[in-house]
């Protein structure tokens, strides 16, 4: 199972990105889905996440600004942000529970920068 982020990019302040992340493989399922960010020189932190049954937790730092959906058709998972701030510079990386024909595993995909500029 692979996860594939796409959509990173440099914006301006004030700007909008929608990351997406889509899952290939031999998948049954995927449970949660979630979308974390690392900034330069710091830890991974979750930004937003997605249940199976479409439930959805954001940090304090993306409530009112970022939308997390996902299109279970299509195995993926979106990130819509607006109002990007500089704050929100990072690598933004996908993961995902993905019950496979044979297991369970957690999964991360490779990342997408997201630079916001002033």
């Known amino acids: 199972v692979q996860l594939q982020a796409s959509g990173g990019g440099l914006v301006q302040v004030g700007g909008s990105l929608r990351l997406s992340c889509t899952a290939s493989g031999s998948i049954r399922s995927i449970n949660h889905l979630n979308w974390y960010r690392q900034a330069p020189g710091k830890q991974r932190d979750l930004v937003a996440g997605?249940?199976?049954?479409?439930?959805?937790r954001y940090a304090d730092s993306a409530k009112g600004r970022f939308s997390i959906s996902r299109d279970n058709a299509k195995n993926t998972v979106y990130l819509q942000m607006s109002s990007l701030k500089p704050e929100d510079t990072g690598v933004y990386y996908c993961n995902a529970g993905v019950l496979t024909t044979y297991n369970y595993l957690e999964v991360w995909g490779q990342g997408t920068l997201v630079t916001v500029s002033s």
């Open positions: 997605i249940t199976s049954d479409s439930s959805t």
